[in-house]
């Protein structure tokens, strides 16, 4: 059961490095929603702590002496939500195969930390992933063509309809098949950088750079990184506009 936002809740540091628990903990003691339970610097230890103080959130290294961060996990059963804090990213894929919370690259940045506690503190049991709305500077895990990678909302330049996938076009020139439809990137955009210029597409209004006047009283967009423009259907075209009015 998720906890009301007013409530505290306990976490547990493991981490086999004494400096990096300790500059998490520092971190961790500037929200007031989170107390510190414990530390552990090994898998042994972690289980007795786990055992003795049953947190409600756990981050956990990955790379350590002896046992790892996934075979604790093998070795216990918790209800604790799981943050990972490692500096691999060739885990990030496993991570998210437990049932990860979220996955905290090191070093652990103040922003990137305020992030994760915000969502785990908001999160209602009833919240439905395909509807809640995105922020600019958020990101997704998901595959991205034949890779799976973590996806950043601000890298995104414009989306098109294949069926009911999508093809993400990115700032690096990069593009990859997603398993998402239009309907839920339109739902979870940010309305004020994302538009749907046609039925078939979404772009990122950052990436404009310029306009041109069509057949028919219709346009035409070109965006940075995209070899062909793009047609702004009439139905779609009155937003674009009063996006910029």
Known sequence: MNKPADTLLTALIVDDERLARKELISMLQAFDTIEIAGEADSVASAIKQLAKFKPDLLFLDIQMPGKSGFDLLDEIETDAKIIFVTAYDEYAIRAFEVNA?????????????????????HQTPNENVQTKKLKYSDRLFLEFGSQIRFLKISEIVCILAEGDYTTVWLTDGKKGLVSKPMKEWE?????????????????????IEKVEKSFNDSYTIFLKGVKDPLMISRRYGKKLKGMFS
């Open 187 to 207: 739902t979870r955009l940010p309305e004020d950088l994302f538009c749907r210029i046609h039925r078939s597409s979404i772009i990122n209004t950052e990436y």
């Open 101 to 121: 919370i979220d996955y905290l690259p090191k070093p652990v940045s103040h922003e990137r930390l305020a992030k994760t506690i915000d969502r785990i503190v």
